[in-house]
């Protein structure tokens, strides 16, 4: 039976690389669009399997982890959280849905040696596509949440360590990531004081981001 699972799930969930805003492919992130089966009472799909999961990381040369915790957050519309990491020796990897309402979630490759360091993706999870995206240690993560109510729920792994957790300025100009503002007309983006508060990329020291 478990063999039957994973493989269902190999099939109805396929993982999609990710390209930056400018066209430059991102190695390490993953995006995961299931197969959904409705009908008149509803839907069905496989959300989650770790044979499948492991072995999606596994064909792009990736480690795969342990989760250690799935954390649930709630956002009104307009509240912006991000950008996010966590340092070495405690980085933090995010498997990312949403499961009510609608967010533009994004990335930020913070890994110096990499060819796209800098670069940005941006996605949008929602209740009605279903999808996942895949974080990996080495990027910022944060979502502008697009919805009177969204929820969304990620899997880490590893628990939040404070003292190696950093934030990034959501609206660096550097970085130049295009959220979906407009769409939010009679609203601002709402954040935390943290968030508000938060460094550039360019000043971040080369200890607070990956090597």
Known sequence: METICSSFWMISMMPERLTSFTGT?????????????????????????????????????????????????????????????QLPPNPQGKLV??????????????????????????????????KQLWVPPGFAHGFLSLSQK?????????????????????????LAIRWPIDSLSDVSPKLSVRDSTAQSLAEHSSNDLFD
């Open 97 to 130: 849905q949403c499961v009510a309402g609608e967010v533009f979630d994004v990335i930020v490759d913070i890994r110096q040696s990499s060819p796209s360091f800098g670069e940005w993706v941006g996605v949008y999870l929602s209740d009605s596509n279903h």
């Open 25 to 85: 492919q991102i190695h390490g992130p993953l995006l995961f669009t299931p197969q959904v089966f409705p009908d008149e009472r509803g839907f069905f799909f496989v959300s989650w399997n770790a044979d499948a999961f492991a072995t999606a990381l596994d064909a792009e040369g990736q480690l795969v982890p342990v989760f250690v915790q799935e954390n649930h957050s709630r956002s009104i519309r307009g509240v912006l959280r991000g950008l996010h990491h």
């Open 150 to 174: 969204v929820d969304v729920l990620y899997k880490v792994t590893d628990f939040w360590r404070p003292d190696y957790e950093r934030v990034t300025r959501w609206d660096d100009p550097d």
